[in-house]
C-alpha cells in the first residue's frame, strides 16, 4: 500500500511540475506583450496601435498564470487528499472533504465556475480573432471569410450557459444534500434530504433520480471519448406537500433502497470509475430547478449478506411502496384473453426514441454516401454507411416492432414487426425468473434510460419480453404482474383491466 501511494504521489507530483513549466512560456510571453502594449500607448498618431500585444497579453498571461496556479494549488490539494487516504485507507468515502461531512454539494457551483472560465477564454480569443482578422480575410477570400462568424456564435452560446448557471446558482442558493447516514451502503437505504432555496413553490412537485454510472474514456489525445453507461436508477415523484422548510429555505426528503447486487462507488483509475449520482428536478417560474449530487455508495458491514437479510429492510422505505401500483398510463396494453392474460407492447411506443435513432441512422448514412463520392479510402464509406445500417435496422424495429406475451397454463411469446412472428410456448415450469434491465439510453449520465424486460429460463438461456419501455414504474409492475401469473398467484390481477 505504501508502494503504491509512493508511485501515485510522484506521478502526482510530476504532472503538477509539468503544468507549471509548460505554463511558463505563456506567462513571459503575456508580460513581454503587455509592456509592448504599454510602450505603444503614448506612440503619436498613426503608429501600431496598443491593442494587439494588449489582447494576446490577456491571452498568454491568463493561460500561462491560470496553469500555474492550478499547478501550486493543485499540488497543495493533492498532498492534503494523500493525507486524508493515509490516515482512512479502509474508508473512501472520507477521501472527499464534503462526503466526510455527510453534506454533498451539488456541481451547480463548479458548472457556473468552469462556464464563466471557458466562455471568457473562448469569447477573448474568437472576437479577438475576429475583430482584427475578419476585415483583411473579406478582402482576399470574399463572403466565404465569414465562416470565421461561427466561432463567436459559440461564443454567444457558451456565454448564455454561464449566465443559466450563474442565475441557478444565486436563484437556489448553495444547495447540497444531507445525508442521514455516511455512507449510503449498499442492500440498505440511502435517506437524507436536500437544502435549497425556492422562490417561487414547486406547485408541480419535484422529480428525484438515483443512478449508478459507469464512466470511462476511450481512445486518447484529440480521439479521446467520455462515456457514461446508466447501470441502475429509481426515481420518485414528490408532491409540493411533501416538502418542508429547511434552514436554507426547503427541505426536499430522499430515500431510496439499493439493491444488494448494486455496484458501489470505486474509482480504477481516472479513466475508468463507477459512481452514483441524485438529481432532484423541478419546474419553477424563471430557471428550472436541476441540481446533482455525486454520493458515496459502497460495501460495508452493514451491507446485508442474504437477500433474507435485506427484506428485513426492505419494507422501511415507504417513498416507493407506489411503485408496484398500477400506472396510470400504460405504454403496454394489458387485458384478459381466452388463454390467460395478455401483455401486448405495441408498434412505436416511444416515438422520441424511434425519432432519434433514425435520424442518427439518417446522419450517418448520409456520411457514407458523401464520402463514397469522394476519393476517400473505401474503409470510410464503409465505416459510416455500415453503421448507418445498423441504427436503421434498430430505427425500424423501434417504429414497427411488436411483441406479445400471454401468460396462462404456459408462456406464449410472439415478436416481429406490426403483431407478426412465430410463436412459442414455454412451460411455466422452466421459467427460472422475469426482471428488467437498462437495455438503451438516451444521452449520458443523466439521460433517459429504456427498460427491456428479460425472461430468463432455468437452463440460463434468456428471451426479451419487450423492449425500450420509458417508464420505469411500468416496467417494474408489468415485471410483477408476470411474476405474479407464472407463480400461479396472481391469475385474476389483471382481470377486468
Not at 414455454?426 to 421459467?431: K, R, T, V
Request: some cysteine.
Amino acid at each position: 500500500m505504501g508502494v503504491k501511494s509512493s508511485a501515485t504521489s510522484i506521478g502526482g507530483k510530476a504532472v503538477m511540475a509539468f503544468l507549471f513549466l509548460f505554463g511558463s512560456p505563456f506567462a513571459i510571453f503575456g508580460l513581454w506583450a503587455f509592456s509592448q502594449a504599454f510602450r505603444l500607448i503614448g506612440a503619436p498618431p498613426g503608429s501600431q496601435s496598443f491593442m494587439y500585444p494588449f489582447m494576446f497579453g490577456t491571452i498568454f498571461s491568463g493561460l500561462g498564470f491560470g496553469l500555474m496556479y492550478l499547478a501550486v494549488a493543485g499540488n497543495r490539494k493533492y498532498a492534503h487528499q494523500l493525507n486524508i487516504q493515509a490516515l482512512h485507507p479502509a474508508e473512501p468515502w472520507l477521501w472527499r472533504d464534503d462526503w466526510a461531512a455527510g453534506r454533498v454539494k451539488s456541481n451547480t457551483k463548479s458548472k457556473m465556475v468552469l462556464g464563466w472560465i471557458f466562455a471568457a477564454f473562448w469569447n477573448l480569443i474568437a472576437w479577438t480573432v475576429t475583430v482584427f482578422a475578419l476585415p483583411d480575410a473579406v478582402r482576399q477570400k470574399g463572403t466565404s471569410a465569414y465562416f470565421m462568424l461561427i466561432f463567436p456564435a459559440i461564443g454567444i452560446l457558451v456565454l448564455i450557459y454561464a449566465i443559466r448557471e450563474t442565475l441557478k446558482f444565486f436563484e437556489f442558493g448553495k444547495t447540497c444534500f444531507e445525508m442521514a447516514r455516511v455512507p449510503g451502503v449498499v442492500g440498505r437505504d440511502l435517506k437524507g434530504s436536500i437544502h435549497a432555496r425556492f422562490s417561487h413553490s414547486p406547485d408541480h412537485g419535484i422529480r428525484l433520480r438515483l443512478s449508478c454510472m459507469h464512466r470511462y474514456t476511450t481512445g486518447s489525445g484529440n480521439t479521446a471519448t467520455t462515456h457514461e453507461n446508466i447501470l441502475w436508477r429509481d426515481e420518485a415523484e414528490l408532491s409540493s406537500g411533501q416538502i418542508y422548510p429547511g434552514p436554507a429555505g426547503t427541505a426536499i426528503p430522499v430515500s431510496f433502497h439499493i439493491p444488494r447486487n448494486a455496484q458501489p462507488t470505486e474509482k480504477i483509475n481516472s479513466r475508468d470509475e463507477f459512481l452514483w449520482e441524485l438529481e432532484a428536478i423541478a419546474n419553477v417560474p424563471g430557471v428550472d430547478y436541476h441540481d446533482v449530487f455525486e454520493v458515496p455508495i459502497f460495501r460495508t458491514a452493514q451491507t446485508p449478506a442474504t437477500p433474507e437479510e435485506e427484506e428485513a429492510e426492505a419494507p422501511a422505505f415507504g417513498m416507493h411502496a407506489q411503485e408496484l401500483s398500477r400506472p396510470q398510463n400504460l405504454a403496454i396494453r394489458v387485458r384478459p384473453v381466452a388463454e390467460g392474460t395478455e401483455f401486448y407492447f405495441p408498434a412505436a411506443r416511444n416515438k422520441g426514441f424511434a425519432a432519434s435513432i433514425t435520424v442518427f441512422a439518417a446522419v450517418f448514412g448520409g456520411i457514407g454516401y458523401a464520402v463514397s463520392q469522394s476519393r476517400a479510402p473505401i474503409i470510410f464509406p464503409v465505416a459510416f454507411g455500415g453503421f448507418g445500417l445498423l441504427l436503421g435496422f434498430i430505427a425500424v424495429k423501434a417504429w414497427l416492432g411488436t411483441s406479445r406475451v400471454v401468460i396462462g397454463p404456459s408462456l406464449m411469446l410472439q415478436s416481429g414487426l406490426l403483431g407478426g412472428g412465430k410463436a412459442r410456448k414455454i412451460p411455466l415450469a422452466e421459467i427460472a425468473s422475469i426482471t428488467d434491465k437498462i437495455g438503451a439510453q438516451m444521452g449520458g449520465g443523466t439521460g433517459t434510460p429504456y427498460y427491456d424486460i428479460e425472461l430468463r429460463l432455468r437452463d440460463g438461456k434468456k428471451l426479451t419480453l419487450g423492449r425500450t419501455l420509458r417508464s420505469k414504474h411500468e416496467a417494474e409492475w408489468l415485471v410483477n404482474e408476470m411474476n405474479q401469473l407464472v407463480s400461479g398467484k396472481g391469475k385474476t390481477m389483471t382481470v377486468g383491466v
